[in-house]
């Protein structure tokens, strides 16, 4: 069972910022595309942003871009997703999950996000 390890989530007020961190020590994370999701109270879980494996290339949800800013670091085994000018409506659980082509195989426990106005 791979296990990944979330943090950075947090209590921010509208117009700050997080800096969420995912890694999985049973995955290589170089070989995966790694992707966030969310889920607000009451909505169904949505993507929000994702890398490839093969070229590094982003996708960003339109409702992120411009403020959110997924990264790898290969070394460290670890993907990030900073988030700025965040909103209220961005409060939600974050979810970081890894797949050989997207990422739906391999999913973390989530890590709450709440962004007070």
């Known amino acids: 069972e791979v296990q990944f390890v979330e943090s950075g989530g947090g209590l921010a007020q509208a117009g700050g910022s997080l800096r969420l961190s995912c890694t999985a020590p049973?995955?290589?994370?170089?070989?995966?595309?790694i992707g966030w999701f969310r889920q607000a109270p009451g909505k169904e879980r949505e993507g929000v942003s994702c890398t490839s494996a093969a070229d590094d290339s982003t996708y960003y949800a339109d409702s992120v871009k411009g403020r959110f800013t997924i990264s790898r670091d290969n070394a460290k085994n670890t993907v990030y997703l900073q988030m700025s000018s965040l909103k209220p409506e961005d409060t939600a659980v974050y979810y970081c999950?890894?797949?050989?082509?997207?990422?739906?195989?391999?999913w973390g426990q989530g890590t709450q996000v709440t962004v007070s106005s």
């Open positions: 049973g995955l290589t994370f170089r070989d995966y595309a």
């Open positions: 999950a890894a797949g050989t082509y997207y990422p739906d195989r391999y």
